[in-house]
């Protein structure tokens, strides 16, 4: 019986966790790892908000990010698998997808074609936001480029809400990380 109750919840979540996918550190408050669902071995993104060592405001913020990207369903905004919470971590499954800033990097398309694919990708990512705003009543008060993912197919996917607020909110939210202060807009 005391083994229940001493039982590592991670063992429970149902998704492999593998290798670190670099480009967020200092850019989110997640780290983005692959990963494989477990039975299928179908691929999936896992990202990681480390409790331990972090303030309890980042900690409300990463829970409030899991609790708003598992109700956000557009076809331009991530797709949410599962999420676990333990301890030390807490992990959030959505579908593959890589940081628009590496995929961008490694993007084999030159002229014309690579302009009207960034094109269509800024496309999909306004059309994530207009459901936000008019759907949702929600401001994301953080697009940029590490707030922005592509999937397997190609298609840009909006992620990164953790400072998502009601569009009746007047102060924007404090960002715990400081390049994306970059992103916030000018005071008046």
Do not use: C
Request: charged share 25%; no cysteine; net charge negative.
């Amino acid at each position: 019986m005391w083994s229940f109750f001493s039982r590592d919840p991670s063992k429970d979540f149902s998704f492999d966790i593998g290798e670190l996918v670099p480009s967020l550190e200092n850019k989110s408050v997640w780290t983005l790892h692959k990963g494989k669902r477990k039975g299928s071995n179908e691929e999936v993104s896992v990202f990681v908000f480390d409790s331990k060592n972090n303030s309890e405001a980042q900690i409300e913020i990463a829970k409030a990010a899991v609790k708003r990207l598992k109700t956000l369903r557009h076809p331009s905004v991530l797709t949410y698998l599962d999420s676990l919470e333990s301890e030390k971590l807490l992990y959030l499954a959505t579908e593959y997808v890589d940081p628009l800033g590496n995929h961008l990097e490694n993007l084999s398309l030159e002229g014309p074609q690579k302009d009207l694919y960034i094109a269509w990708g800024i496309f999909q990512i306004t059309r994530a936001l207009s459901f936000l705003n008019n759907d949702g009543n929600l401001r994301h008060n953080n697009v940029n480029i590490w707030s922005v993912f592509v999937n397997s197919s190609g298609e840009w996917k909006l992620g990164g809400v953790e400072y998502v607020t009601s569009v009746q909110d007047v102060n924007p939210p404090f960002k715990f990380i400081s390049p994306l202060d970059v992103y916030s807009p000018r005071e008046e």
